[in-house]
């Protein structure tokens, strides 16, 4: 029996490799050079991958996404029914979206935009003292990602705040749940860190309502998905200045087209969502568990929930 990848030719070979490193004996099929549609038992697929293909093979049991999201998996037509989907949570990659998430928010709290702007003019000048205790950032999303963000965040000093769908309890953090704990949240908000899922529930989420909820000159940071932002709700609360800056990481479509208004904006910081990528040699092991475990009939590690959706 076999096992499909499926993902950018740049690194279909290292995934290869880190699979076979763990398990000499996998048949790895790199698509579309599947074989024999029967032959496949598990795919391990990133986002260009379509699901309806998927159907092909009579004999899967298994579908993994390459990341944490699984969106790309869920969206219509979805995976074939009744076979599981596993996503990704891994130290690394949790750790890598912290840096990030660390990153730009002492970007903002540390005034380094004016500063650099003040290197490039020559100009010598104190600004504000930055007031790390006072500074409250509100996490949306604290699973695998967001719980070790904040906990982060809460070693340096801020106060931090996670909204979750269930009611959750987090070391040193102000926990919300639902539509209520949301707006509660949203308006102590400094900062509003994004690293949700997209699901039905959540795509839109910060828009002119919530936006319009934050302090005035709070700072948006998105590394979830580009639909969590409804992107001329953010374009104009920068424009207002009730959002002063913000950090996207990722963004509907991507790439982002060349004449999105985002590259230029004086306020946005972008990156090629990148701000946490799955390195296979990490992930490898959970994956081989989870084929060895598919076969063997047994329960799933990080299963996705079908009717949560993530
Ligand atoms: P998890 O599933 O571990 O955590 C998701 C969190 O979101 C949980 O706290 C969950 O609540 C909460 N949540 C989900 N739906 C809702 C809702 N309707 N209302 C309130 N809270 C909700 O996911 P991860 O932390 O592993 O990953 C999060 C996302 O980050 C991924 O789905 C992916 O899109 C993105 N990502 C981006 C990367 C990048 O490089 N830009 C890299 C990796 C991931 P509860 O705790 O109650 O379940
Ligand atoms: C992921 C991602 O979901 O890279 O892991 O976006």
């Known amino acids: 029996m076999a096992v499909l990848l499926s993902t950018k030719a740049s690194v279909m070979q290292d995934w290869k490799r880190a699979l076979l490193a763990l398990d000499p004996g996998l048949d790895i099929r790199l698509f579309p050079d599947a074989g024999a549609p029967e032959d496949i038992e598990a795919a391990v697929c990133w986002t260009a991958h379509d699901m309806a293909e998927l159907r092909r093979y009579p004999n899967l049991k298994l579908i993994v996404s390459m990341g944490a999201g699984v969106d790309h998996l869920l969206r219509p037509p979805g995976p074939p029914p009744g076979i599981p989907v596993a996503r990704l949570v891994d130290r690394l990659l949790t750790s890598a979206m912290s840096e990030w998430v660390l990153l730009?928010?002492?970007?903002?709290?540390?005034?380094?935009?004016?500063?650099?702007?003040?290197?490039?003019?020559?100009?010598?000048?104190?600004?504000?003292?930055?007031?790390?205790?006072?500074?409250?950032?509100?996490?949306?999303?604290?699973?695998?990602?967001?719980?070790?963000?904040?906990?982060?965040?809460?070693?340096?000093?801020?106060?931090?705040?996670?909204?979750?769908?269930?009611?959750?309890?987090?070391?040193?953090?102000?926990?919300?749940?639902?539509?209520?704990?949301?707006?509660?949240?949203?308006?102590q908000s400094n900062f509003l860190v994004c690293l949700l899922p997209l699901t039905p529930d959540t795509r839109g989420i910060i828009n002119a309502r919530t936006l319009a909820l934050l302090p005035r000159g709070a700072f948006v940071l998105n590394a979830a998905r580009g639909g969590h932002v409804v992107d001329a709700a953010l374009l104009a609360a920068l424009e207002s200045g009730q959002v002063a800056g913000t950090a996207l990481d990722v963004f509907e479509p991507e790439p982002l087209p060349a004449d999105h208004p985002y590259w230029a904006h004086p306020k946005v910081v972008m990156t090629p969502h990148a701000a946490s990528i799955t390195i296979p040699e990490s992930v490898a092991p959970q994956v081989v568990d989870n084929i060895r475990r598919a076969r063997r009939g047994e329960t799933l590690l990080n299963l996705v929930d079908f009717a949560a959706g993530y």
């Open 104 to 187: 730009n928010v002492l970007r903002f709290h540390r005034q380094d935009q004016a500063y650099r702007a003040q290197q490039a003019a020559r100009v010598w000048d104190e600004l504000p003292a930055p007031a790390t205790e006072a500074t409250r950032i509100g996490i949306l999303g604290v699973g695998a990602l967001g719980s070790d963000a904040a906990g982060k965040l809460g070693a340096l000093g801020f106060q931090v705040m996670g909204w979750s769908r269930r009611e959750k309890t987090l070391p040193g953090v102000r926990g919300f749940h639902g539509a209520a704990g949301l707006d509660a949240m949203l308006a």
